[in-house]
């Protein structure tokens, strides 16, 4: 099943400094019907105006991803662990026993992230954060894998869970198979996925299927982010 969920359908709050548009329930937000798509809680598109961001605040228990599509993003937290990543890449932290970081865009320009939180496979685990850059070549045949469980992805996090990503020029197909349950986000451009056509900032969540065929329209950009659909996170 693949219900689309259009970008002008998405709840959101704009606070001036921060644009925010979310694919699940998150902090003002409530839809009962958009509380988590198995252990995937969050998805906020956010828009963060220029020498702004997020102050220090903590978390604890969660996985949390931060996808650049313009602009960079500058980490730092209470663990000594501080750096800035750009577009087209990627971080991740295991917020576990509790860590306190701040998300500042210290850039002259907007800077754009999808921020994605998953549910952890075991609580409880030591707090990390990596960052890794990656290739923005367009794909051909596959998505490239970002982030994953398997000890051997460019990233790693505390979830059986899997995000892939790429670039497609126009007319672009590529077929990826899905295990568990999946949430496509569409970067940019227009994409059609197993028939139904999507454009920039819009989702699709998927559940039972074993496969996705994706078609670029134009010159687009997608993720699909992968979990084990085993439990709702909440």
Not at 108 to 128: F, R, S
Not at 153 to 168: E, F, H, K, T, V
Request: with cysteine; glycine share 8%.
């Amino acid at each position: 099943m693949i219900t689309h969920h259009k970008f002008e359908n998405l709840g959101g709050a704009n606070h001036g400094w921060l644009n925010a548009k979310h694919h699940f329930s998150f902090a003002n937000y409530y839809d009962p019907q958009k509380l988590c798509h198995g252990e995937l809680m969050v998805i906020n598109d956010d828009k963060i105006a220029a020498n702004t961001g997020f102050d220090t605040h903590p978390h604890q228990n969660m996985e949390i991803i931060t996808y650049v599509r313009k602009g960079a993003i500058t980490h730092k937290d209470n663990k000594g662990n501080q750096g800035r990543t750009t577009a087209g890449n990627v971080q991740v932290m295991s917020a576990g026993t509790g860590i306190y970081h701040s998300e500042f865009n210290l850039e002259n320009e907007e800077t754009n992230i999808y921020q994605i939180w998953i549910k952890p496979k075991i609580n409880g685990v030591e707090p990390n954060w990596n960052m890794a850059e990656f290739p923005k070549q367009p794909v051909t045949d596959s998505l490239q894998l970002l982030v994953s469980g398997e000890e051997t992805s460019p990233l790693n996090i505390n979830q059986d869970a899997r995000i892939y990503a790429g670039r497609m020029n126009k007319s672009t197909k590529i077929t990826h198979n899905v295990i568990g349950k999946a949430y496509v986000l569409i970067s940019e451009g227009n994409i059609e996925v197993n028939g139904n056509k999507a454009q920039k900032g819009d989702g699709l969540s998927i559940s039972d299927e074993t496969s996705l065929d994706l078609e670029a329209l134009n010159d687009a950009e997608v993720l699909i982010i992968e979990v084990p659909g085993k439990e709702n996170a909440r």
